[in-house]
T-cell receptor, first 112, second 116 residues
Framework: SQKIEQNSEALNIQEGKTATLTCNYTNYSPAYLQWYRQDPGRGPVFLLLIRENEKEKRKERLKVTFDTTLKQSLFHITASQPADSATYLCAPNTGTASKLTFGTGTRLQVTL | GAVVSQHPSRVICKSGTSVKIECRSLDFQATTMFWYRQFPKQSLMLMATSNEGSKATYEQGVEKDKFLINHASLTLSTLTVTSAHPEDSSFYIC????????????FGSGTRLTVV
């Protein structure tokens, strides 16, 4: 069955460092992969989308990589700030259906 | 940008009663909307796909008679939790995409349902 795995353990890093979150998937051949941010008690907010033919995508302090051989996406936040503290969700999508399925999410805590 | 409005944000109801949650796309038309449920410290679980003018498509294990979905217009989908029980207490979130799944989805702010 299809599976999307993110590190369920919280990631604690110091302000100014780079946070790296991992998304692994199995039994999927996604055409693209999306990353979202979710704050407690709120709906997810779209951050970035990367296509299968793209190795890397950047947006301000965010960077996403997509390795279809390893079946993995990495999400980086550079120069992290306490305001970046949230849960980050990945969502690989095959493109053949419009529904979006999410990974388990990784909670990021950035401390001063 | 695209906005999805969801109401109510919080609702408390008694066991056995029904609760309706509304999801509206404010500045775009959505032929398809999605309903998710999220339990504490868990990820979002897709419940159903709401299709304008036709029946909703439910995910495996989701009772369609308990979670009634109506998508009567291009900007409104509703989820009714019928005969609610304490185990239905959860965070319900809707979403839609103004430009298709390849450009990100917009989510509502969610509804916290507590059944007492």
């Amino acid at each position: 069955s299809q599976k999307i795995e993110q590190n369920s353990e919280a990631l604690n890093i110091q302000e100014g460092k780079t946070a790296t979150l991992t998304c692994n998937y199995t039994n999927y051949s996604p055409a693209y992969l999306q990353w979202y941010r979710q704050d407690p008690g709120r709906g997810p907010v779209f951050l970035l989308l990367i296509r299968e033919n793209e190795k890397e995508k950047r947006k301000e302090r965010l960077k996403v990589t997509f390795d279809t051989t390893l079946k993995q996406s990495l999400f980086h936040i550079t120069a992290s700030q306490p305001a970046d503290s949230a849960t980050y969700l990945c969502a690989p999508n095959t493109g053949t259906a419009s529904k979006l399925t999410f990974g388990t999410g990784t909670r990021l805590q950035v401390t001063l | 940008g695209a906005v999805v409005s969801q109401h109510p944000s919080r609702v408390i109801c008694k066991s056995g009663t029904s609760v309706k949650i509304e999801c509206r796309s404010l500045d775009f038309q959505a032929t398809t909307m999605f309903w998710y449920r999220q339990f504490p410290k868990q990820s979002l679980m897709l419940m159903a796909t709401s299709n304008e003018g036709s029946k909703a498509t439910y995910e495996q294990g989701v009772e369609k008679d308990k979670f009634l979905i109506n998508h009567a217009s291009l900007t409104l989908s509703t989820l009714t939790v019928t005969s609610a029980h304490p185990e239905d207490s959860s965070f319900y979130i809707c979403s839609a995409s103004p430009t298709g799944e390849r450009y990100g989805y917009t989510f509502g702010s969610g509804t916290r349902l507590t059944v007492v």
